[in-house]
């Protein structure tokens, strides 16, 4: 998803995600602008972001410590594709937050309850 979206780093202060925030303040306008003017050109961020959430469904035994931090990113991805209306994720809804964030739950890292909050808030 990082070489398809060069400014997916920047997707955690957009949704408020409290450990960045608190490290990076928020985002000023430019740089929502810039995340959101390479998400438009990069319409293949999208179908990596479901290719991750659908690789860690189908292998549910993995325990690798990265990835809560790729679901998480994939649904940062979704959430602002969504939000922009960008191709098909303009149908969706963030009720489609729940999967990533059921995804997230199951993993049992001390990092997925922030996760799981976040993506809470960014629904709400």
Same mark, same amino acid.
């Given at each position: 998803? #990082?070489?398809?979206?060069?400014?997916?780093?920047?997707?955690? !202060? @957009?949704?408020? #995600?409290?450990? *960045?925030?608190? *490290?990076?303040?928020? !985002?000023?306008?430019?740089?929502?602008?810039?995340?959101?003017?390479?998400?438009?050109?990069?319409?293949? /961020?999208?179908? #990596?972001?479901?290719?991750? !959430?659908?690789?860690?469904?189908?292998?549910?035994?993995?325990?690798?410590?990265?990835?809560?931090?790729?679901?998480? #990113?994939?649904?940062?991805?979704?959430?602002?594709?969504?939000?922009?209306?960008?191709?098909?994720?303009?149908?969706?809804? *963030?009720?489609?937050? @729940?999967?990533?964030?059921?995804?997230?739950?199951?993993?049992?890292?001390?990092?997925? *309850?922030?996760?799981? /909050?976040?993506?809470?808030?960014?629904?709400?």
């Amino acid at each position: 998803m #990082y070489l398809a979206l060069p400014t997916l780093q920047t997707l955690p !202060v @957009l949704a408020k #995600y409290a450990p *960045r925030v608190s *490290r990076d303040g928020l !985002v000023p306008k430019e740089c929502r602008e810039m995340v959101d003017s390479n998400l438009k050109n990069a319409l293949e /961020a999208q179908g #990596y972001a479901w290719q991750v !959430v659908d690789l860690v469904h189908q292998k549910l035994n993995l325990a690798a410590p990265w990835l809560p931090i790729a679901v998480f #990113y994939a649904s940062l991805v979704v959430w602002r594709a969504s939000a922009l209306k960008l191709g098909g994720a303009g149908q969706g809804s *963030r009720k489609i937050l @729940l999967l990533f964030r059921e995804e997230i739950d199951k993993m049992r890292w001390p990092c997925c *309850r922030v996760m799981v /909050a976040t993506l809470d808030n960014m629904r709400a």
